[in-house]
Nanobody
Framework: LQPVESGGGLVQPGGSLRLSCAVS????????IGWFHQAPGKEHERVSC????????QYADSVRGRFTISTDATKNTIYLQMSNLESDDTGVYYC?????????????????WGKGTLVTVSS
């Protein structure tokens, strides 16, 4: 089982992107879903987590109010809507899934994750 991210690309500061993550091999119900960001030369940072059990969400301070995590159960797909993008948002974004409740702080602590999609915010 490996999630597959898509939707990355080059965007100007202030612009928007929607990342998608297609999941096969399990249903998203009763799992925690996270998006992680790795800026160039830095460690992975969890930017958002969604618990499908109760639809509670968590966002890093750096993205709160600008990013929104969601799922489409009919498509078994996870989304990250990113708005008002900043240069610091540049990097590779990974979606990840954790069995049970709650997301690990570390990407390697999640049960499954994809290969990532690159987002470049630049004018």
């Amino acid at each position: 089982l490996q999630p597959v991210e898509s939707g990355g690309g080059l965007v100007q500061p202030g612009g928007s992107l929607r990342l998608s993550c297609a999941v096969s091999g399990l249903t998203l119900n009763q799992h925690a879903i996270g998006w992680f960001h790795q800026a160039p030369g830095k460690e992975h940072e969890r930017v958002s987590c969604l618990n499908t059990h109760d639809d509670t969400t968590q966002y890093a301070d750096s993205v709160r109010g600008r990013f929104t995590i969601s799922t489409d159960a009919t498509k078994n797909t996870i989304y990250l809507q990113m708005s008002n993008l900043e240069s610091d948002d540049t990097g590779v974004y990974y979606c990840a899934i954790q069995a049970g409740w709650g997301c690990s702080e570390r990407l390697s602590g999640m049960d499954w994750w994809g290969k990532g999609t690159l987002v470049t915010v630049s004018s």
